[in-house]
């Protein structure tokens, strides 16, 4: 007997198309993962693209801003360690400014750095902004007006206000965010 199957509702068909799209996007990143220079060097030459479609286009300076404050925003979170030393330093009662930094003694314990945001969802985030950044240049409802070296000079002001601030906090707390300069051991040594 040949069994009779149930139509497939429209709802059931979109998800099953998005559920494979979404598999196949995230195989893609998948392989991308390990290429992390070439990741880079393709968002930054999309960023490229942007500013120099912002260029030619002379409008969606509100846009490029946005995009600015966010990628500002994206890359604090990258320096910034996921364990707060300032918040553990309240929570713990240290009053004498020493709590959150690297141990210096035997018997102290060695937490790594591990920061908010992780370089791939940083890479990831932030190409995906650059994309629907350019995107939003090729419709006019986007392009408002504004005077835009006001907006270069408040974005040029909050850069350097808030990368100050994470300067002091790293400072403070002694916690560096890059590996490169930092001593490397090797792992066969006796």
């Known amino acids: 007997m040949d069994s009779i199957e149930p139509e497939q509702t429209p709802f059931a068909a979109v998800t ?20 992390v220079p070439y990741r880079w060097i393709g968002t930054f030459g ?16 509100i846009v490029a801003y946005s995009l600015g404050i966010y990628l ?3 890359f604090l979170a990258f320096l910034q360690p996921k364990f707060d030393p300032s918040n553990e330093a309240i929570d713990n009662d240290m009053e004498d400014g020493t709590a959150g930094g690297l ?3 035997q018997d102290e314990e060695f937490r790594p750095f591990i920061r908010r945001l992780p370089e791939f969802k940083f890479w990831h985030s932030a190409t995906r902004a650059i994309l629907i950044g350019f995107v939003c ?3 006019t409802i ?8 006001v907006l270069v000079v408040y974005w040029l002001i909050l850069f350097t206000l808030t990368m100050r601030r994470q ?10 965010p890059f590996s490169f300069g930092k001593a490397k051991y090797n792992k066969n040594s006796s």
């Open 16 to 35: 099953a198309q998005t559920s494979k799209f979404t598999r196949q996007y995230q195989a893609y990143l998948d392989k991308s993962t390990p290429y």
């Open 46 to 61: 999309l960023l490229l693209v942007f500013f120099v479609r912002i260029f030619v286009a002379q409008g969606w300076y």
């Open 72 to 74: 500002l925003n994206l």
């Open 103 to 105: 141990p210096t003694r």
């Open 137 to 139: 240049t090729w419709f």
């Open 142 to 149: 986007f392009d408002v007006p504004v005077f835009w070296p």
């Open 167 to 176: 300067i002091q906090h790293m400072i403070k707390y002694r916690y560096v």
